[in-house]
């Protein structure tokens, strides 16, 4: 964000403060959403499954507002008679965002599906792999607000943090999968688990992508 | 020591000259930039042309009031108002520095009318009320006609335009329609907003009316080719998004209203004039082109600035009075 004292510079800037603003509220409800699934995870792993599904439910509700606020934002990104400089990177930023919330829903949906009782192991790995969504989408809510503040050094630090993370998500990945395959499941849950894995491991990717968003703008205002 | 503060004078009027053109070269032009229908190089030979020109045929008018429409300072002894000219620009300018930092959308000609008005105050100058008043009221007016004409134009023009221009000759007309337009806003612009940089100078009698509205155009030409290219790029590539009808009738619009108040004397922000003319296209197209907390942000250095930059120059020039033992 250039010092601009043009006003259609300002309004430009303007514009692109109100939709970071947005944006701290989309990730807000992602943050709602992944926190709502890791309530699912814990449900799941102490063999409650009333909970597991009310929990369920909260993260399809969220992951709805998550989408209005979606809309909302490119409608005020493709409505705009002066856009912001960076119109693209923040169209793009926005459709990351969605992701986050669209997957993690994509997730809670599979684990919803599987009915078998896993075995320790695996139940573990899920367990961190969820930790590591949430460490990571609590990082990216934190970079979102640092920028709107103008500190781009914090918001710098924590998009490099949710990299680190995503690479530790990677990892997990390999180790969930050798977790699942084994073990002795059905062909349903093999299948649902080895989804799950990869679902659970594209949220953290998706994070990365919005971080990455966050890196430009710092990079772009220093 | 005289020729010391008259040197400082013209520099701090230089500065604001500078200032300005750096900054607001981009209002008349940058579409033109935007939409490819001039290059960087030819859009700003117009704009110092026509800048230029609107600075020399008319800027006397509001560098009249500037000058001693507020405060007469010909009527004020003249180290005096040398001095008023000097804590006025300096106010001005200051508060301008402030809020680019602060990132505040604020307008010279606001920071010069409230410092004039302040720094007068400190020397218990006769400040003309009822002349702030017309400015204040017509302050209110500038976005407001701005925006009825912009109305006006695109709703006409976007109807019209389209039946009785030929087909093949669309792109040369529409390009035609916004360099004229483009320098008529780049006119206007000088010619309103050169007493900004000027105005308090030949209001004390250092230099004349004429030779103040071309120090000021040679400032503000200054401004658009050190600085201004930069900010003219940055607005036509990447963030003015008008159609070209939209952008002609907002640059027909813009010009037209603020024309009108230097015909009068009036010092106007051509900003508002041209976020105006937008709000008013906007409503055409039914788009919210301005949310309510950009207008709120609007709206509020709009108010704050002419106290602001006036309580600044109010404080400096007392100070002074104090510290050197002048207007005693």
């Known amino acids: 964000m250039k010092e601009m004292r043009n006003i259609l510079g300002w309004l430009g800037m303007a514009e692109e403060e109100s939709i970071l603003q947005d944006a701290q509220k989309h990730v ?10 890791a309530e699912a995870v814990k449900a799941f792993i102490g063999g409650d499954l009333e909970a597991k599904t009310v929990a369920i439910e909260k993260v399809r509700e969220s992951e709805h507002q998550a989408d209005i606020l979606r809309s909302k934002m490119v409608n005020e990104l493709s409505e705009s008679l002066l856009l912001p400089p960076d119109r ?14 669209d997957w993690t829903n994509g997730a809670a949906r599979l684990l919803g599906f599987i009915e078998q009782k896993l075995p320790e192991n695996v139940l573990k790995n899920i367990s961190l792999a969820t930790e590591l969504i949430v460490s990571s989408v609590s990082k990216l809510k934190e970079g979102i607000q640092a920028v709107i503040k103008n500190d781009l050094k914090k918001a710098l630090a924590d998009s490099e943090a949710v990299g680190r993370l995503e690479h530790d998500a990677d990892d997990q990945k390999k180790t969930l999968i050798e977790a699942i395959i084994h073990t002795k499941l059905e062909p349903a849950t093999l299948l649902l688990s ?25 990079i772009k205002a220093r | 020591m005289y020729i010391f503060l008259v040197g400082v004078t013209l520099l701090m009027g230089i500065a604001v000259g500078w ?20 290059n960087l190089k030819q859009a700003i030979v117009l704009i110092c042309i026509f ?36 804590v006025a620009s300096f106010a001005a300018c200051a508060w301008v520095v402030l809020a680019t930092y602060w ?22 100058a006769p400040v003309r009320w009822k002349i702030l008043l017309d400015i204040f009221i017509c302050w209110l007016f500038t976005p407001i006609g701005a925006a009825v004409l912009g109305y006006i134009f695109y709703r006409v023009f976007k109807n019209i335009f389209y039946r ?9 007309v529409l390009a035609g329609l916004i360099i004229t337009s483009g320098c008529y806003v780049a006119y206007t612009w000088g010619a309103n907003d050169v007493a900004n940089a000027v105005g308090v100078i030949s209001g004390s009698g250092i230099i004349s009316v004429n030779i103040s509205t071309i ?8 401004g658009i080719v050190t600085w201004g290219y930069k900010v003219i790029e940055t607005v036509g590539s990447e963030i003015a998004h008008l159609l070209p009808i939209m952008a002609f009738s907002v640059q027909l619009a813009s010009a037209i209203n603020v024309h009108v108040y230097t015909g009068f004397g009036i010092p106007v922000s051509t900003s508002h004039s041209i976020v105006g003319a937008i709000f008013g296209v906007g409503l055409v197209r039914g788009v919210h082109v301005l949310n309510l907390r950009i207008i709120r942000e609007i709206v509020f250095c709009w108010l704050a600035t002419p106290f602001i930059s006036g309580v600044i120059g109010f404080l400096i020039l007392k100070g002074l009075m104090v510290f050197l033992k002048i207007g005693g």
Not at chain 2, 164 to 172: A, D, E, F, H
């Open chain 2, 103 to 124: 990132k505040m959308p604020i307008s010279t000609s606001h920071s010069i009318v409230g410092a004039v008005a302040g720094a007068g105050l400190a020397i218990s």
């Open chain 1, 28 to 37: 807000e409800e992602t943050y709602k959403t992944v926190t709502y699934f």
């Open chain 1, 194 to 218: 080895y989804q799950l894995a990869e679902y659970l491991e594209g949220v953290t990717d998706k994070i990365e992508d919005a971080a990455d968003f966050i890196k430009v703008v710092a």
């Open chain 2, 164 to 172: 009785i221009v030929p087909r093949k000759y669309l792109r040369p």
């Open chain 2, 215 to 222: 120090i000021g155009g040679a400032a503000i030409l200054l």
């Open chain 2, 51 to 86: 800048g230029f020109l609107g600075a020399y045929f008319q800027g006397s008018h509001v560098v009249n009031t500037i000058g001693k429409g507020i405060v007469p300072m010909d009527q004020l002894d003249k180290p005096l108002a040398i001095y008023l000219a000097l």
């Open chain 2, 19 to 38: 200032s300005i053109g750096a900054n607001d070269a981009a209002n008349s032009l940058g579409t033109a930039v935007g939409s490819r229908v001039l």
């Open chain 1, 88 to 101: 693209e990177d923040l169209m793009h930023f926005v459709k990351t965002l969605d992701k986050i919330a």
